[in-house]
C-alpha cells in the first residue's frame, strides 16, 4: 500500500496539474471584476466622463485599433483610448458564412448577457454576429468575440491585458444603466483616400452604408440610430408606422433625421474621393492573406519569434495563429 506521505504528495501534485489547467469559479471571478485601472480612471476624470457613463466601441480592420468612446457629460461621445489590435483574421469585407475566417463588419449592440468571464482567450464580449441584417441575408456564423490572447479565427484579439480594460469598462457603463453598446465594425478608417483607394472592390456599396453611420458619428460624436430595410444600413430615419420589421423588403417612407452637417460631410468626402481617382493619385488597394496586426506587435513578432509575442499578449502564453499570414499584411512598416 502506498505510504500516506506519498499518497498526499500526489494529490497534491495532481490538483496542481489540474488548477493549471481549469480555470477555478475565484479565478473567473478575479477577472471579470477586475477594476477599471486607476490611470484610465484618472483619464475619464479629466475629459468630464464618470465611469458609469455609456461607451461606444469603434473598429477598424485596416488599420488594427479599437477605440473606446465615453460619453461626457455635454452628452457627447468623446475619445477615451485607443488600443492596438493583435490579430484579427480574414480580409477586408463583411463575413457571410461560417468557416470563412471572415471578421465581422457592421453595426452591432452589445448586452451585459454577451459578456463572457469565462472565456478561453481570457475574457470576451459576443458582438452579437449575425445581427438582423445579416440573418436576414442568410449569413451564417456564431461566437464571433472581441476577446484577448493574440490568436483569431474570426475575432478581434486585444491581447489579455487590453482586452481587461475594456472588459472593464464595458461592464462599468453597463452596470450604470446603458442597456447596451454600440459596436462600429469597419474596414479601415473611412476617409477619401481609403474609400478612392478601394473604389473597385466589390464590397464597396456596402462600405458606402456603413460611411453614413460612419460620418454621422464623425460629426455629431452621437450614436447614430440604426435601421435594416432594402437589405442594408440606415441611419437616422424615422419611418411611418414605426420600424421596418423585414430587413429585406423596401424601406418604408421615413424622414430623414440627419444633420445638414452631416450631408455636408459626406458630400466634400464624395468629391475628395472622386479627385483622387480621376486624377490618378489614389492608390490601390492591397489584399490581404489572412487578416492583419497592429505594428507594435508586427515589430516585436519580427524581432523576438512568436513565444515573446505569445508571452507578451496572454497571460497563459496562448500561440500566435498564423504568424507568418500576420508578416504579410501588405500595411507592414515598410511595404
Not at 436576414?136 to 482586452?163: I, K, P, R
Not at 476617409?191 to 473597385?200: F, G, L, Q, S, V
Not at 492583419?292 to 500561440?319: C, I
Request: charged residues 20%; hydrophobic residues 40%.
Amino acid at each position: 500500500m502506498m505510504p500516506t506521505a506519498l499518497r498526499i504528495a500526489g494529490i497534491a501534485a495532481l490538483a496542481f496539474l489540474l488548477s493549471a489547467c481549469v480555470s477555478t469559479v475565484l479565478d473567473v471571478d478575479s477577472k471579470a471584476t477586475q477594476p477599471i485601472p486607476a490611470a484610465l480612471k484618472a483619464e475619464m476624470s479629466r475629459k468630464s466622463m464618470s465611469p458609469s457613463a455609456p461607451i461606444l466601441v469603434r473598429i477598424f480592420k485596416q488599420e488594427s485599433e479599437l477605440e473606446i468612446w465615453k460619453r461626457g457629460r455635454n452628452g457627447t461621445f468623446a475619445l477615451l483610448k485607443t488600443y492596438p489590435m493583435c490579430r484579427w483574421s480574414g480580409k477586408l469585407g463583411p463575413k457571410k458564412q461560417t468557416g470563412d475566417r471572415q471578421a465581422p463588419e457592421g453595426f452591432y449592440h452589445v448586452s451585459a448577457g454577451m459578456l463572457n468571464p469565462k472565456s478561453q482567450y481570457y475574457l470576451s464580449f459576443n458582438l452579437g454576429y449575425p445581427n438582423r441584417l445579416e440573418s436576414a441575408l442568410g449569413y451564417t456564423g456564431e461566437a464571433l468575440m472581441v476577446h484577448g490572447a493574440c490568436s483569431s479565427s474570426g475575432c478581434y484579439a486585444l491581447t489579455d491585458e487590453g482586452v481587461a480594460e475594456i472588459y472593464a469598462v464595458a461592464r462599468e457603463a453597463l452596470r450604470g444603466g446603458q442597456g447596451s453598446f454600440q459596436v462600429q465594425a469597419f474596414p479601415f478608417r473611412m476617409t477619401p483616400e481609403n474609400m478612392a483607394k478601394n473604389r473597385n472592390d466589390p464590397n464597396f456599396a456596402f462600405w458606402s452604408d456603413l460611411k453614413q453611420g460612419y460620418d454621422i458619428f464623425e460629426v455629431t460624436r452621437r450614436q447614430p440610430k440604426v435601421s435594416h430595410c432594402g437589405g442594408r444600413y440606415v441611419f437616422d430615419r424615422e419611418f411611418e408606422g414605426g420600424e421596418p420589421t423585414n430587413a429585406l423588403a423596401a424601406c418604408p417612407p421615413s424622414l430623414d433625421a440627419s444633420s445638414p452637417l452631416v450631408a455636408a460631410k459626406t458630400q466634400a468626402d464624395r468629391v475628395a474621393m472622386e479627385k483622387l481617382t480621376v486624377t490618378g493619385t489614389a492608390l490601390s488597394a492591397h489584399a490581404y492573406v489572412d487578416g492583419g496586426m497592429h505594428p507594435t506587435f508586427r515589430k516585436l513578432l519580427e524581432r523576438s519569434g512568436e513565444a515573446a509575442l505569445a508571452k507578451r499578449t496572454s497571460l497563459t502564453s496562448v500561440p500566435i495563429s498564423r504568424p507568418a499570414a500576420a508578416l504579410a499584411d501588405p500595411h507592414s512598416p515598410g511595404k
